[in-house]
């Protein structure tokens, strides 16, 4: 969701072809792009574009995987054409790996135009700082890439000193099946402090696990796990629960569903945290996903 606006971001599955729509109450744009559609941009890999970012001018910053395995970064103007301004045709490629289950997924803008791209390679964090023309900042990080902890990046945030990531510790995975009863990867949320250069980093690991996690805009970490009930918590910016919160920093979710099993955790404009996930019944040994749940958490 951008500027009140939904942008979708896909690939085809042979890869050829990447496909960037933006939706206005549910319909497409027919600003952007033909009728919504901006097509034939240079191919992702399967796993489509993996992150998006506005610009405060309207532009889109736009990156994933290419099909050679590495970080590509595109830049779209309002009208859903490519900015012929960054790397000469809008988009350039980055010469950082991934392989299929790790991608760049972090995009943070300074305010000189300069963009931060970080995402995970071989389990460790790594990132990058692109200059505005698409040109990389070899001040940033060493010799212009920054190496970090291990770990996954979820979402990040500048901060005074520099920026903080929210990151997993356990490799993503897909949605697993064992008896037919659906689990939900489980994590280790962390944050990960960066000094603005890139130069050092320190980590804070949270307790326990969780299936989702969101860092707000004033630091603090939310988590969320299920089956039934769902237990949310809150932590400080140091990784203390914030005992203030719930119970002991502790709130719970109960459903009248057999499983209840949170997906998404959203920051919404008043900083009240909305809870999506959902819930199935159990019919002998199988679960039959029933509905969708969402929840408004208050602060």
Same mark, same amino acid.
């Given at each position: %969701?951008?500027?009140?606006?939904?942008?979708?971001? =896909?690939?085809?599955?042979? &890869?050829? $072809? =990447?496909?960037?729509?933006?939706?206005?109450? &549910?319909?497409?744009?027919?600003?952007?792009?033909? *009728?919504?559609?901006?097509?034939? +941009?240079?191919?992702?890999?399967?796993?489509?574009?993996?992150? %998006?970012? #506005?610009?405060?001018?309207?532009?889109?910053?736009?990156?994933? @995987?290419?099909?050679?395995?590495?970080?590509?970064?595109?830049?779209?103007? #309002?009208?859903?054409?490519?900015?012929?301004?960054? !790397?000469?045709?809008?988009?350039?490629?980055?010469?950082?790996?991934?392989?299929?289950? #790790?991608?760049?997924?972090?995009?943070?803008?300074?305010?000189? !135009?300069?963009? +931060?791209?970080?995402?995970?390679?071989?389990? /460790?964090?790594? &990132?990058?700082?692109?200059?505005?023309?698409? =040109?990389?900042?070899?001040?940033?990080?060493?010799?212009?890439?920054?190496?970090?902890?291990?770990?996954?990046?979820?979402?990040?945030?500048?901060?005074?000193?520099?920026?903080? +990531?929210?990151?997993?510790?356990?490799?993503? /995975?897909?949605?697993?099946?064992?008896?037919?009863?659906?689990?939900?990867?489980?994590?280790?949320? #962390?944050?990960?402090?960066?000094?603005? *250069?890139?130069?050092?980093?320190?980590?804070?690991?949270?307790?326990?696990?969780?299936?989702?996690?969101?860092?707000?805009?004033?630091?603090?970490?939310?988590?969320?796990?299920?089956?039934?009930?769902?237990?949310?918590?809150?932590?400080?910016?140091?990784? @203390?629960?914030?005992?203030?919160?719930?119970?002991?920093?502790?709130?719970? %979710?109960?459903?009248?569903?057999? $499983?209840?099993?949170?997906?998404?955790?959203?920051?919404?404009?008043?900083?009240?945290? $909305?809870?999506? &996930?959902?819930?199935?019944?159990?019919?002998?040994? $199988?679960?039959?996903?029933?509905?969708?749940?969402?929840?408004?958490?208050?602060?």
């Amino acid at each position: %969701l951008i500027a009140g606006q939904i942008v979708v971001a =896909s690939s085809e599955k042979t &890869g050829l $072809l =990447s496909t960037v729509q933006r939706l206005v109450e &549910g319909r497409p744009d027919p600003s952007f792009g033909m *009728d919504g559609f901006a097509k034939g +941009l240079p191919a992702f890999a399967q796993d489509g574009p993996t992150a %998006l970012l #506005e610009r405060k001018d309207g532009r889109l910053w736009v990156v994933g @995987r290419s099909v050679r395995g590495r970080w590509q970064l595109g830049r779209l103007l #309002e009208n859903g054409q490519p900015d012929p301004t960054l !790397g000469g045709a809008g988009f350039v490629e980055l010469n950082l790996r991934s392989d299929t289950s #790790e991608f760049p997924t972090v995009l943070l803008e300074r305010p000189d !135009g300069a963009l +931060l791209v970080i995402g995970s390679s071989m389990g /460790s964090l790594q &990132g990058v700082q692109v200059r505005p023309d698409g =040109s990389l900042d070899s001040r940033f990080g060493k010799g212009g890439v920054w190496n970090g902890p291990s770990g996954f990046p979820l979402e990040g945030r500048f901060n005074a000193q520099g920026f903080v +990531l929210l990151t997993r510790v356990s490799p993503p /995975s897909r949605l697993e099946l064992l008896t037919g009863r659906p689990l939900l990867p489980t994590f280790t949320p #962390e944050l990960v402090r960066v000094r603005g *250069d890139g130069s050092s980093a320190t980590v804070t690991r949270f307790p326990g696990v969780a299936n989702v996690a969101r860092l707000d805009r004033q630091g603090f970490v939310w988590t969320a796990r299920g089956e039934n009930p769902v237990i949310i918590e809150r932590f400080t910016p140091d990784g @203390r629960v914030h005992s203030t919160y719930g119970t002991g920093g502790r709130a719970k %979710l109960t459903s009248a569903f057999a $499983l209840t099993q949170p997906q998404h955790l959203l920051e919404q404009q008043g900083g009240k945290i $909305l809870l999506v &996930g959902n819930v199935s019944e159990a019919g002998g040994a $199988l679960y039959t996903s029933v509905d969708i749940f969402l929840a408004q958490l208050k602060r």
